[in-house]
T-cell receptor, first 114, second 117 residues
């Protein structure tokens, strides 16, 4: 069965600083990988996804993530964060035919220091 | 409909009572997921429906939890004899036909917040 680990529960960065949120997955085959964001009081929004092809994927709001098979990682990055990026970020992995079972990590809460 | 609709949006119940939570997926979406999100926690997979196939119930935490879906329509998540630890937001999500691939992604409902006193 697949699993996802987000080792950082809470991260604080200064506005304008770069960001990297870690995600490690466990799955025997090539997984489907996702990053979702949940802003306070809001629903879940997809930032980006990886299914195949180029291992560096671009998402919305200036986010990108890189799939590294050798490290079983799919870390989320942003070169310069904005105060509006403060939210909870979830990494997810899908497995099986058409990613029929999607498992989410426990999330990383991002705070922005003015 | 245009989005995933869940009801009720909020439910407060007494310990030991049964509750039913409803999910109306996007029209034409054959797959449907239920997740649970406790306060300050991540999303916990509960159950997955795909068309007429047997549902994947591997995430249901106990036999007090059950879910039904008839065809590609509404799904109901039932929690019997509720306990305080059942308090959470219950989220429903559906991808388009064929599952999550290519441009298809999970679309989430706004959730049903359950509080067990």
């Amino acid at each position: 069965a697949q699993s996802v680990t987000q080792p950082d529960i809470h991260i604080t960065v200064s506005e304008g600083a770069s960001l990297e949120l870690r995600c490690n997955y466990s799955y025997g085959a090539t997984p489907y990988l996702f990053w979702y964001v949940q802003s306070p009081g809001q629903g879940l929004q997809l930032l980006l996804k990886y299914f195949s092809g180029d291992t560096l994927v671009q998402g919305i709001k200036g986010f990108e993530a890189e799939f590294k098979r050798s490290q079983s990682s799919f870390n989320l990055r942003k070169p310069s964060v904005h105060w509006s990026d403060a939210a909870e970020y979830f990494c997810a992995v899908g497995a099986g035919s058409s990613a029929s079972k999607i498992i989410f990590g426990s999330g990383t809460r991002l705070s922005i220091r003015p | 409909g245009a989005g995933v609709s869940q009801s009720p949006s909020n439910k407060v119940t007494e310990k030991g009572k049964d509750v039913e939570l409803r999910c109306d997926p996007i029209s034409g979406h054959t797959a449907l997921y239920w997740y649970r999100q406790r306060l300050g926690q991540g999303l916990e997979f509960l159950i997955y429906f795909q068309g007429n196939s047997a549902p994947d119930k591997s995430g249901l935490p106990s036999d007090r939890f059950s879910a039904e879906r008839t065809g590609e329509s509404v799904s109901t998540l039932t929690i019997q004899r509720t306990q305080q630890e059942d308090s959470a937001v219950y989220l429903c999500a559906s991808p388009p036909s064929g599952g999550v691939s290519g441009a298809n992604v999970l679309t989430f409902g706004a959730g049903s917040r359950l509080t067990v006193l």
